[in-house]
């Protein structure tokens, strides 16, 4: 199911050039908060984070069909920046994924 979302507390940009196309702010609360995925970072509004997920994705060697993963470090930053889980639990659930996951594969054998 899919919603659009009118006035977020939080906007998450994983790629910057989403502002060539679209302006991600729009509706953004005045004291909502902005994370982008950025290695030049500049503040576009009143609470901004920065995290150069790509870099931590290039220094972990992690990509996939040659795309970069950084949805993990991304979530991590979210759950830091809203401050409404702790960064154990989004360790352990990503961790209870990937175990999930790995059964799934075993199952197939």
């Known amino acids: 199911m899919h919603r659009e979302v009118y006035n977020p507390?939080?906007?998450?940009v994983f790629d910057?050039?989403?502002?060539n196309v679209t302006n991600p702010l729009d509706g953004l609360k005045e004291k909502g908060s902005l994370l982008l995925n950025t290695k030049n970072p500049r503040s576009m509004w009143n609470k901004t984070y920065f995290l150069d997920a790509n870099g931590i994705a290039d220094k972990l060697n992690?990509?996939?069909a040659g795309w970069k993963l950084i949805n993990t470090a991304m979530l991590g930053a979210i759950a830091k920046v809203v401050n409404m889980i702790s960064l154990g639990t989004v360790e352990e659930e990503i961790m209870q994924e990937a175990v999930d996951s790995m059964w799934e594969d075993i199952k197939k054998i």
């Open 16 to 19: 910057v050039s989403l502002f």
């Open 9 to 12: 507390d939080l906007v998450a």
């Open 62 to 64: 992690l990509s996939m």
